[in-house]
């Protein structure tokens, strides 16, 4: 008897479950394996923008004169990176744009926050152990 009332209140409480389960995977989706495939575009801009796109780099300054990069940290934590191009100051990076690809040199280490620590290359993000 008491079989037969678990198993009917476990068919009662059966959609439920699988709607929690459905909820918690939109919830948490898993962003490893997704965030590696997306390709890192790039854009140019005389200033740095109010709003940032994911997976966006923006270059900023003029023409002959461009002094920082902005982008989303591409772990998803939200936080901007900024990175000086400007050689008289230090630490100092350099992007060069290959096929429509953007690549930066040297590697990106986030010393607070998420920690992350990736390159870009080729438009692709390539994360560092350690
Ligand atoms: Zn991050």
Redesign the pocket.
């Known amino acids: 008897m008491r079989n037969s009332v678990y198993k009917f209140w476990a068919w009662l409480t059966y959609p439920f479950v699988l709607l929690r389960k459905f909820f918690n995977k939109t919830k948490h989706p898993t962003p490893s394996i997704d965030r590696a495939r997306v390709v890192i575009t790039y854009m140019y801009l005389d200033e740095v923008p109010d709003r940032f796109m994911e997976g966006r780099v923006y270059i900023i300054g003029q023409k002959d004169h461009r002094w920082v990069l902005a982008f989303c ?7 901007i990176i900024h990175l000086n191009l400007l050689p008289e100051a230090s630490p100092c990076w350099s992007f060069s744009i290959g096929k429509g690809r953007i690549s930066i040199t040297p590697s990106i280490r ?1 010393i607070n ?2 920690h ?1 620590h990736f390159l870009i290359k080729h438009g692709q993000i390539i994360w560092t152990k350690g």
């Open positions: 940290c591409p772990c998803g934590c939200g936080q986030r926050g998420c992350s």
